[in-house]
């Protein structure tokens, strides 16, 4: 089956203590993994892909294919890191360009000050 | 240029009704996913339109569901006989699809709120 799963529904961290928020995943295939993320009032978009291997807003996340995870980290977090978070893959060898994503339930980060 | 659009932003109807949630998609984009997110819930696909033509719908939950994007553009997502199990706020992708870069630009959603 193909799912995504973020255990953790909600992560409540203090400004400067290091983040982490986990992704696993099930794929029959190639899978391209993302993390989405959704500040109060806007649009969903895009943080991180595993195929670019940038770091964005001080995030990083690592393909481990051996453990199927994708995890999200942050050394220190920051007030305005505050968002949802969602990840997310699509399968590389879909027909006809297909990029469908399949997504996690989501993890609300709360970075108190 | 201008994101990805999406009207109306808010849809309250009966049950019974029929509804259609229009999409926007950002200029060049010939790629076009539609999603379904309910509350405490993470995206659903729905369908993919690749152009005019729809490349996979294997996501719209039943028959009452359909979409069409007759230019390539403007997208288009009618449900008929609307239940209150469809309330949840749809979004609207799109993308390019030419070379690798393939990054879903998201719309604001339509919540549609069905009585």
């Known amino acids: 089956a193909q799912r995504v799963t973020q255990p953790e529904k909600l992560l409540s961290v203090f400004k400067g203590a290091p983040v982490e928020l986990k992704c696993n995943y099930s794929?029959?295939?190639?899978?391209?993994l993302f993390w989405y993320v959704q500040y109060s009032r806007q649009r969903l978009q895009l943080l991180l892909r595993?195929?670019?291997?940038?770091s964005i807003k001080g995030f990083t996340a690592d393909l481990n294919k051996g453990e199927t995870s994708f995890h999200l980290k942050k050394p220190f977090a920051q007030e305005e890191d505050s968002a949802m978070y969602y990840c997310?893959?699509?399968?590389?060898?879909?027909?006809?360009?297909?990029?469908?994503?399949?997504w996690g339930l989501g993890t609300s980060l709360a970075v108190n000050p | 240029g201008a994101g990805v659009s999406q009207t109306p932003s808010n849809k309250v109807t009966e049950k019974g009704k029929y509804v259609e949630l229009r999409c926007d998609p950002i200029?060049?984009?010939?790629?076009l996913y539609w999603y379904r997110q309910s509350l405490g819930q993470g995206p659903e696909f729905l369908i993919y339109?690749?152009?005019?033509?729809?490349?996979?719908d294997s996501g719209l939950p039943n028959d009452r569901f359909f979409a069409v994007r007759p230019e390539g553009s403007v997208s288009t997502l009618k449900i008929q006989r609307t239940e209150r199990g469809d309330s949840a706020v749809y979004l609207c992708?799109?993308?390019?699809?030419?070379?690798?870069?393939?990054?879903?630009?998201f719309g604001p959603g339509t919540r549609l709120t069905v009585l």
């Open positions: 339109f690749q152009g005019t033509g729809a490349a996979d």
């Open positions: 997310a893959l699509s399968g590389l060898a879909n027909a006809g360009n297909n990029r469908k994503l399949i």
């Open positions: 992708a799109s993308s390019l699809t030419t070379g690798g870069n393939n990054e879903q630009f």
């Open positions: 595993h195929i670019s291997r940038e």
């Open positions: 200029s060049g984009h010939t790629a």
């Open positions: 794929y029959s295939g190639s899978p391209e």
